[in-house]
């Protein structure tokens, strides 16, 4: 599967390590996950790692989309974290989808990534 599951309890944040291509049924997988967490926690912080990553086929993207609508203020922050000008794009993509706030950090910042993913409000 090509996204990794973290949920940092201690820190009220949950890692998402994605490589490869997305499709539609990875979102199947991980989304009863992501909101069992949201109804035991309320709002997350998500930290979202692209290593390696490939993107989305078009049905994971309405996926993605779907969550987002659904999901609109239950993510406080989002940090996504990438290696390319298209993964930053996607940070810029997602904003009128959420009410979270997001930021965009390089692979090599990835500590900086999770100082701020802690971060209250």
């Known amino acids: 599967m090509p996204i990794d599951l973290i949920h940092h309890a ?3 944040y949950l890692e ?3 490589s490869g291509k997305l499709v539609k049924e990875d ?3 991980f989304t009863p996950s992501v909101e069992t967490l949201i109804q035991e926690h309320g709002p997350l912080h998500i930290l979202v790692i692209m290593d390696d990553f490939h993107g989305w ?3 994971a993207m309405w996926e993605d989309v779907k969550f ?3 999901h609109f203020k239950d993510i406080e922050r989002l940090a996504m974290v ?3 000008k298209w993964e930053e794009g996607m940070a810029t993509f997602c904003k ?3 009410s979270a706030k997001i930021k965009y950090f390089e692979l090599s910042d990835l500590d900086a ?3 701020w993913i802690t971060e209250g409000d």
Do not use: E, I
Request: hydrophobic share 25%; aromatic share 8%; net charge neutral.
């Open 16 to 18: 998402l390590k994605m």
């Open 57 to 59: 086929t078009m049905g």
């Open 27 to 29: 979102y199947h997988n």
């Open 68 to 70: 987002d609508v659904k």
């Open 113 to 115: 990534a999770r100082t």
């Open 10 to 12: 201690d820190q009220n």
């Open 96 to 98: 009128p989808f959420t």
């Open 82 to 84: 990438g290696d390319s």
